[in-house]
Structures are given as structure tokens and as C-alpha cells.
């Protein structure tokens, strides 16, 4: 029995020690085969089990710029490197953990952007990186970028990082114009081009702003009568005591160990996205619950429980930033129906609650925010940012 015993724990040991060496998610089996037949837009068709992605092999580049034997060129790759590292240990690259003697642009405690994109942006339905560069495109090529209806102005594949950053990772500031910024770039490349031939994206219509929506697992699908679903936060809390708890604390502070950082992410507090992190809309960070949670068990929560979990989630206290008062100031009818209420501006004449605003249901409130009364209470008006939005100091109207 005393043998049998030792058995058990041996084995627990070596779970637990995978778990916390690697506690991100990974790609499933079959995460990279098309599970149904796709249509290009040039009539093209992709039959079910084509295969559409394979990882770029960076562990190869490192090895080969270890040894010297790459033979690609060298600056880019070690920025590939650079950000890769960057993307999987926020903390100790660029934060306040960083040793290479350039200053921290990240700090305190801070999560990594893996936390979030899963295994560097590489996992279907887990805020992958796959279509950024294309959906996007870069200013430096002369690609304008797409427009973020929250502030009205265009954002391209920097400045959106650079959000992302502010926004959903605490404190990071990365200059879109910095070497860190450059490295970035580079890994957004080998996620979507791969490193060496055959990775990354393998169809090359998905790296068309035309097809770049049908990869899979590319953008947040939404539950399909999410509208007509209303969350319980309650219910959630105690789904999270029971499954969640165990990694990301009770207090939703998540693990942090000082040499290393995150070892799993916070669901609240100063580290984690903030009341401007797109997660924190219940419908949108419940696709991820229902798609990636708990880990090594996808898809155990049921769409219900998502949203319950969420709900409970988004009750946690959580940091600010300064400019969500901004948001959808200029046209407050075009608001998210289950953004929350202390976020942007609010349309005169709103008739509905703050808990329904958050927990839903959203389908009236999305009636009302496209009706004639909302429009017609709420004109649209010229955006205006009084506050630099990357000094944050006072903007000069005069100027």
C-alpha cells in the first residue's frame, strides 16, 4: 500500500511539474485540418482534412544562430528570436525582469502576451496571430489599416499591438516605432509565413484580405444566439471555485514567480486587462472560456457556463485606462450592446440596466442602440481626443 502510495505521488509530482513548466495552451490534434469544406473567393474549394498550418520550427533557428550555420539573414532573425522570447516571457524580455540593460517597457507585474495567444498566437480560437499582419497591414507599406470604431481612427499592425499592450496587458508600452516593436513585427511574420519552407500559413489565398476571415479559428465566433443568452454571475462563481480556481487563485491574482513572471495569468487586478480589454465583454471572453478552458479539457464548459464564468470574471476589480472614456464619444449608438456601462460614452436616453448591459440579455439593448430613437437622440459628432493618446498629455486645439 506504502509502494502504491509512493506511485501516486511520484506521478502527481510529474504532473504538476508539466503543468507549471508549460501550463499554456497547446494545439490539439487536428487544430491544423480544415473540419469542413472552405470556399476561396476564387472559387476555389479546400475539401475537409486539408492541412492549412505548420509551425514555424524556431527552436531550429535558435539552434542554427547558436551554432552559426543559418544561412537566412542574421538581423532578421534575431529579431524573430527577440520577439518570439518577447511574446513568451513578457516579463523577463521587456519588463521590469529584463536583463539586458535597455529600460522596461512593461512594469510591475505584468502577464505575457502568451498568456492571451496561446503558444505565440499559433492556436486556433485562442487569439491567434495568424491573419494580424494581413487584416491589418503595416504603415510602412503604405497599408492604412483598419478602422477601430471605439476611437475612430485607423490602426495598423503596430499601433494595434501597441493597444493590445496598454489595453489587456497592464502597463506595457511598446513605441510602434522601437526595436521591440521591429522584433514583434518579425514574429507576426514567421507565425503567418513561417520560418523556413513549408510553415506557417500553407494556403496562400488565407494570406488575402479576401479569404483571411476563413482561416479557422482567426477571430472570436460569438455564441450563435449570444444575444438572446443572459449570464449568471453567481452561478459562475461557484463553477470558478471549482474549476478555475486552482490556477488562477482564488482572488483571480493568477501564480507569479519573481524569476519568471506569470506562470498563470491574473483574471484581475493591476496585471490583467483592463475594464478596456476586449475579454472583459462577457460573450467575447466566454468564446475563449468555451473554446480553451479549463486547460487540457476544451469545450468541458458548456455555452451557459462560459457566460456564467465570465460574468464572474468581469466582476473582479480590475485596473483602467484613462482614454475609455473616449470610446464611442462621437457615436455612442455604435457601441457593443455588451460593452459595459463604465466604459465609453453612454447614449442619452439609454433605457436599460447596467447589470443587463454586462450580463445581458443584449438582444434589445442591440435593437435600441440601431433604432431611429438612439440615432436620432445621438448624432454623430467629429471625434475629438483632448488627451494625447500616447503621452497623455493635454492636446493644444489650436495646434
Same mark, same amino acid.
Given at each position: 500500500?506504502?509502494?502504491?502510495?509512493?506511485?501516486?505521488?511520484?506521478?502527481?509530482?510529474?504532473?504538476?511539474?508539466?503543468?507549471?513548466?508549460?501550463?499554456?495552451?497547446?494545439?490539439?490534434?487536428?487544430?491544423?485540418?480544415?473540419?469542413?469544406?472552405?470556399?476561396?473567393?476564387?472559387?476555389?474549394?479546400?475539401?475537409?482534412?486539408?492541412?492549412?498550418?505548420?509551425?514555424?520550427?524556431?527552436?531550429?533557428?535558435?539552434?542554427?544562430?547558436?551554432?552559426?550555420?543559418?544561412?537566412?539573414?542574421?538581423?532578421?532573425?534575431?529579431? *524573430?528570436?527577440?520577439?518570439?522570447?518577447?511574446?513568451?516571457?513578457?516579463?523577463?524580455?521587456?519588463?521590469?525582469?529584463?536583463?539586458?540593460?535597455?529600460?522596461?517597457?512593461?512594469?510591475?507585474?505584468?502577464?505575457?502576451?502568451?498568456?492571451?495567444?496561446?503558444?505565440?498566437?499559433?492556436?486556433?480560437?485562442?487569439?491567434?496571430?495568424?491573419?494580424?499582419?494581413?487584416?491589418?497591414?503595416?504603415?510602412?507599406?503604405?497599408?492604412?489599416?483598419?478602422?477601430?470604431?471605439?476611437?475612430?481612427?485607423?490602426?495598423?499592425?503596430?499601433?494595434?499591438?501597441?493597444?493590445?499592450?496598454?489595453?489587456?496587458?497592464?502597463?506595457?508600452?511598446?513605441?510602434?516605432?522601437?526595436?521591440?516593436?521591429?522584433?514583434?513585427?518579425?514574429?507576426?511574420?514567421?507565425?503567418?509565413?513561417?520560418?523556413?519552407?513549408?510553415?506557417?500559413?500553407?494556403?496562400?489565398?488565407?494570406?488575402?484580405?479576401?479569404?483571411?476571415?476563413?482561416?479557422?479559428?482567426?477571430?472570436?465566433?460569438?455564441?450563435?444566439?449570444?444575444?438572446?443568452?443572459?449570464?449568471?454571475?453567481?452561478?459562475?462563481?461557484?463553477?470558478?471555485?471549482?474549476?478555475?480556481?486552482?490556477?488562477?487563485?482564488?482572488?483571480?491574482?493568477?501564480?507569479?514567480?519573481?524569476?519568471?513572471?506569470?506562470?498563470?495569468?491574473?483574471?484581475?487586478?493591476?496585471?490583467?486587462?483592463?475594464?478596456?480589454?476586449?475579454?472583459?465583454? *462577457?460573450?467575447?471572453?466566454?468564446?475563449?472560456?468555451?473554446?480553451?478552458?479549463?486547460?487540457?479539457?476544451?469545450?468541458?464548459?458548456?455555452?451557459?457556463?462560459?457566460?456564467? *464564468?465570465?460574468?464572474? *470574471?468581469?466582476?473582479?476589480?480590475?485596473?483602467?485606462?484613462?482614454?475609455?472614456?473616449?470610446?464611442?464619444?462621437?457615436?455612442?449608438?455604435?457601441?457593443?450592446?455588451?460593452?459595459?456601462?463604465?466604459?465609453?460614452?453612454?447614449?442619452?436616453?439609454?433605457?436599460?440596466?447596467?447589470?443587463?448591459?454586462?450580463?445581458?440579455?443584449?438582444?434589445?439593448?442591440?435593437?435600441?442602440?440601431?433604432?431611429?430613437?438612439?440615432?436620432?437622440?445621438?448624432?454623430?459628432?467629429?471625434?475629438?481626443?483632448?488627451?494625447?493618446?500616447?503621452?497623455?498629455?493635454?492636446?493644444?486645439?489650436?495646434?
Amino acid at each position: 500500500m506504502a509502494h502504491l502510495k509512493l506511485i501516486f505521488v511520484i506521478v502527481g509530482m510529474i504532473l504538476g511539474h508539466c503543468a507549471l513548466a508549460d501550463p499554456h495552451l497547446k494545439p490539439a490534434p487536428g487544430d491544423y485540418l480544415l473540419t469542413n469544406d472552405v470556399k476561396l473567393s476564387t472559387g476555389q474549394l479546400l475539401p475537409a482534412g486539408t492541412r492549412w498550418y505548420r509551425l514555424p520550427d524556431i527552436g531550429r533557428l535558435k539552434r542554427e544562430m547558436s551554432d552559426g550555420i543559418y544561412q537566412g539573414d542574421i538581423e532578421n532573425a534575431r529579431r *524573430v528570436i527577440f520577439g518570439y522570447d518577447m511574446v513568451y516571457g513578457t516579463y523577463r524580455t521587456i519588463g521590469d525582469g529584463r536583463r539586458d540593460g535597455s529600460p522596461s517597457l512593461g512594469h510591475g507585474r505584468i502577464m505575457s502576451c502568451t498568456n492571451c495567444h496561446a503558444q505565440g498566437g499559433t492556436v486556433p480560437y485562442a487569439w491567434p496571430f495568424f491573419r494580424t499582419l494581413t487584416f491589418y497591414g503595416l504603415r510602412e507599406k503604405g497599408e492604412k489599416g483598419v478602422r477601430f470604431g471605439g476611437l475612430a481612427y485607423h490602426r495598423d499592425a503596430r499601433t494595434r499591438a501597441r493597444d493590445c499592450g496598454r489595453e489587456c496587458g497592464g502597463t506595457v508600452m511598446i513605441p510602434d516605432d522601437s526595436y521591440e516593436m521591429d522584433a514583434f513585427i518579425a514574429w507576426l511574420k514567421a507565425v503567418r509565413d513561417g520560418i523556413y519552407p513549408g510553415e506557417g500559413l500553407l494556403v496562400a489565398a488565407f494570406k488575402t484580405k479576401k479569404d483571411v476571415g476563413k482561416i479557422p479559428g482567426a477571430v472570436t465566433e460569438l455564441f450563435p444566439n449570444v444575444l438572446d443568452m443572459k449570464a449568471d454571475p453567481k452561478n459562475g462563481a461557484n463553477i470558478y471555485a471549482s474549476r478555475c480556481k486552482a490556477c488562477h487563485g482564488a482572488d483571480g491574482l493568477g501564480k507569479w514567480l519573481d524569476d519568471q513572471g506569470y506562470i498563470f495569468p491574473p483574471l484581475a487586478g493591476e496585471g490583467s486587462f483592463s475594464d478596456a480589454g476586449g475579454p472583459l465583454m *462577457v460573450p467575447v471572453g466566454a468564446s475563449f472560456l468555451h473554446q480553451k478552458m479549463p486547460l487540457h479539457f476544451p469545450r468541458f464548459l458548456s455555452a451557459q457556463d462560459a457566460l456564467d *464564468v465570465m460574468a464572474h *470574471v468581469a466582476t473582479l476589480p480590475r485596473s483602467s485606462v484613462w482614454w475609455q472614456e473616449y470610446f464611442f464619444r462621437h457615436d455612442p449608438c455604435s457601441r457593443p450592446a455588451y460593452l459595459p456601462l463604465h466604459v465609453g460614452a453612454v447614449p442619452k436616453g439609454y433605457p436599460y440596466s447596467k447589470e443587463q448591459t454586462q450580463f445581458g440579455p443584449w438582444r434589445p439593448i442591440a435593437q435600441w442602440l440601431a433604432s431611429d430613437a438612439c440615432k436620432n437622440a445621438n448624432p454623430p459628432s467629429k471625434p475629438t481626443l483632448e488627451r494625447d493618446f500616447d503621452t497623455n498629455n493635454p492636446i493644444d486645439p489650436a495646434k
